[in-house]
Structure formats: C-alpha cells, structure tokens
C-alpha cells in the first residue's frame, strides 16, 4: 500500500516555543491530508483538513493560530505548533488520502513540552 | 448523529474468533465502512474496507448488514499480536468512531 511517512516520530520542547511536524506522501500525490490529535486511552480527533494550495479548514475548537497548516505541495504538508504549552503534549497523526476513499496514515508525532 | 460508536473494550482467547461490531447508523449510501487498528504509539494500520458487500482478505472478514447501519469485522483467529485498539469510520471526513480495545488473552 501506499506509503505516508512523518517526522519527526518524537520530540521535546520547551514551553513557549514552537515545534513543526512534516507529513509527505512518499509514492502518490495527496489531494487532501489530515491532521489528528490523540490522548492517552482515546480516540484519534480529527483537527484539521488541508488540500494543497489552500487554507486549512479547522474542526470546531481548533485554534488555527496557534495550529498552523501548510499545505504546499501535493506530496507535503506541515504542522507546526506555535507556542507550544504542556497541555499541547500529545500524540499527532497525519493521514493522506488519494480520491475520497482509502486514507495513509503517518506513524505519528509524539510531542511533550516541558 | 455523524458519530460511529463501538463497544470500549472486548476480550477474546487466542485461537479464537475475534467479533467487533460498529454501528453507523446514519451512514449515507456512497459511504465507504473502512476498519484499521492501532497498537501502542502507532499510527492506524488499514486492515479493510467495504461498501455493500462482505468483504474478505488475509487480514479479517466484513460483515456488513442489508440497510447498512453496522458491520463487524471479524478476525478468525485471534492471536497475541491482534491486541490492539480497532477503530471503525465511515468515508466522510475520516471521522472515526469511539474504538474497541481487544485484548487477547491465552
């Protein structure tokens, strides 16, 4: 299957700054990518969905400043946590999609701010 | 309601048949019922999809039911490996349901 690869899978960084996480679809092109957001012992929530060359949309709760999506190309797109606080800690998933059906996840990103 | 939901949590003896329903009861006719599982720091692996029809492959078995309100994806003989979280979602906006955590147990 296809291949969704994201990096870094872990990192810490200190509170107030600002971390970015990359998501590239290694063998086809992503008309959309996804990203998630999970906590310990929960679902995965679905933050915000990004097609390329346009704006990030933000599921309701989602600070889009403070949440940044870039979506530059049809095999990248970023998120970068700006000023990032403890409660940012978490575990971020990305997901890609070619057509509207079968979706490629990414390994995940685990973030703590200390 | 656009939400799937799942029983949290479910055992199953290895060697045994593995049964893991999901209902999606307000699922529109051009939705896809897609399954995949996670293990621990993970992200979701794919295991299989279905629109109508059941559906087979190495991985599990579909079963979805005539008006198209729940599935349960099967997997015919559990083992150690098989423990993890399986999450349900349908086609739109890969909103995914609340997750079963199958524990299998010797």
């Known amino acids: 299957g296809a291949v969704v690869s994201q990096h870094p899978s872990w990192v810490i960084c200190k509170s107030g700054t600002s971390v970015k996480i990359e998501c590239r679809s290694l063998?086809?092109?992503?008309?959309?990518m996804f990203w998630y957001r999970q906590f310990p012992k929960q679902s995965l929530m679905l933050m915000a969905t990004?097609?390329?060359?346009?704006?990030?949309?933000?599921e309701q709760g989602v600070e889009k400043d403070k949440f940044l999506i870039n979506h530059a190309s049809l095999t990248l797109s970023t998120l970068t946590v700006t000023s990032a606080h403890p409660e940012d800690s978490s575990f971020y998933i990305c997901s890609a999609i070619q057509g509207w059906t079968e979706a490629f996840f990414g390994q995940g990103t685990r973030l703590t701010v200390v | 309601d656009a939400k799937t939901t799942q029983p949290p949590s479910m055992d199953c003896a290895e060697g045994r048949a593995a049964n893991l329903p999901c209902n999606h009861s307000t699922i529109s006719g051009n939705e896809y019922v897609y399954w995949y599982r996670q293990i621990h720091s993970q992200g979701p692996q794919y295991i299989i999809h279905?629109?109508?029809n059941n559906e087979t492959n190495e991985m599990a078995s579909l079963i979805i039911t005539e008006d198209r309100k729940s599935s349960t994806l099967i997997l015919p003989h559990a083992t150690l490996r098989d423990t993890a979280v399986y999450y349900c979602r349908r086609t739109d906006k890969l909103i995914f349901g609340t997750g079963t955590r199958l524990q299998v147990f010797p």
């Open positions: 063998d086809f092109q992503a008309t959309t």
């Open positions: 279905g629109l109508k």
């Open positions: 990004s097609n390329e060359g346009s704006k990030a949309t933000y």
